[in-house]
């Protein structure tokens, strides 16, 4: 089946460093990706649509200077957390669509956990 | 999209069939049923989807009801390893915006 890989699957940073999440579609070509985020006990809240080959559309709420989405070919997305701060701990999680007919189905990554010193 | 309502918790004995309900009673004709299951700290995993016929697979079944108002998740033979949030998320996937909107879901635990 189609898989979609994330890395890394942890990581531990200092508060006002930067830090790059990478998602991959490994056998399918994605125009469209999909970051998330989750807090513990929570849903996944929808950040943003990364599109290849133009800008990311955000959603209501999320800063698109603090979240940098780079699509930079069919098969990566990529999600910066640009001066993270303890807030910004929470679990990241990308999805790509697969086009297929009408069975449109959504593919997700194993999730990276942010953790905020 | 229509919006779902699922209830918060259920259990499930194991080698029982696990029966989750989900309301969407404001479904429009062009929308699919999907449902989706994330077990802890990890990636949701699409099970399966459909629009008004009963539908199978190696995962579940699908229930919907004729008026399409609500549908039922159905594990056949829970294991342990079904443990986890049941999402029902409705949605046109006919469109270009492929974007799911996913609510709190049903924690699913499968007791030994």
């Known amino acids: 089946g189609a898989v979609v890989s994330q890395h890394p699957s942890w990581v531990i940073c200092k508060s006002g460093t930067s830090v790059k999440i990478e998602c991959r579609s490994l056998?399918?070509?994605?125009?469209?990706m999909f970051w998330y985020r989750q807090f513990p006990k929570q849903s996944l809240m929808l950040m943003a649509t990364s599109n290849e080959g133009s800008k990311a559309t955000y959603e209501q709420g999320v800063e698109k200077d603090k979240f940098l989405i780079n699509h930079a070919s069919l098969t990566l997305s990529t999600l910066t957390v640009t001066s993270a701060h303890p807030e910004d701990s929470s679990f990241y999680i990308c999805s790509a669509p697969r086009p297929g007919g009408r069975s449109d189905t959504q593919y997700f990554g194993p999730g990276t956990r942010l953790t905020v010193l | 999209d229509a919006k779902t309502t699922q209830p918060t918790s259920m259990d499930c004995a194991e080698g029982r069939a696990a029966n989750l309900p989900c309301n969407h009673s404001t479904i429009s004709g062009n929308e699919y049923v999907y449902w989706y299951r994330q077990i802890h700290s990890q990636g949701p995993q699409y099970i399966i989807h459909?629009?008004?016929n009963n539908e199978t697979n190696e995962m579940a079944s699908l229930i919907i009801t004729e008026d399409r108002k609500s549908s039922t998740l159905i594990l056949p033979h829970a294991t342990l390893r079904d443990t986890a949030v049941y999402y029902c998320i409705v949605y046109n996937s006919g469109g270009s915006n492929y974007k799911l909107t996913f609510g709190k879901g049903t924690l699913l635990t499968v007791n030994p």
């Open positions: 056998d399918f070509q994605a125009t469209t």
């Open positions: 459909g629009l008004k």
